[in-house]
């Protein structure tokens, strides 16, 4: 049975009252320790990226090797990029959340 036009917007317009609370389920404390150890893996990863990815950018440039010269420069880049997303990354993630929930 073919369903309406006003039934379809009724239903896009349907509000199922779901919203985040904490306690819901077991292992809440749990998960946020893992997500916390992630990120800071994450984080002792990105220094070292960055010291080896510096170490190049200087070997490049005193050896004459224009190629890993520039190799160490995107290494460094990315490097710093990740590390500020992995610093942001909850910040960021508020910031959609709030976002999100102004959305009528």
Same mark, same amino acid.
């Given at each position: 049975?073919?369903?309406?036009?006003?039934?379809?917007?009724?239903?896009?317009?349907?509000?199922?009252?779901?919203?985040?609370?904490?306690?819901?389920?077991?292992?809440?404390?749990?998960?946020?320790?893992?997500?916390?150890?992630?990120?800071?893996?994450?984080?002792? $990863? %990105? @220094?070292? /990226?960055? *010291?080896?990815?510096?170490?190049?950018? #200087?070997? !490049?440039?005193?050896?004459?090797?224009?190629?890993?010269?520039?190799?160490?420069?995107?290494? $460094? %880049? @990315?490097? /710093?990029? *990740?590390?500020?997303?992995?610093?942001? #990354?909850? !910040?960021?993630?508020?910031?959609?959340?709030?976002?999100?929930?102004?959305?009528?």
């Amino acid at each position: 049975m073919p369903i309406s036009l006003a039934d379809r917007v009724l239903y896009l317009a349907y509000d199922p009252g779901i919203t985040p609370k904490e306690g819901g389920l077991p292992g809440l404390e749990v998960l946020k320790k893992v997500v916390n150890s992630i990120n800071m893996f994450g984080l002792i $990863a %990105v @220094v070292g /990226a960055l *010291a080896v990815s510096l170490g190049v950018w #200087a070997w !490049g440039h005193h050896s004459g090797g224009h190629q890993a010269e520039a190799n160490g420069k995107k290494g $460094a %880049v @990315v490097a /710093a990029g *990740a590390a500020l997303g992995l610093g942001a #990354a909850n !910040g960021i993630v508020v910031f959609f959340s709030t976002l999100g929930t102004q959305v009528n």
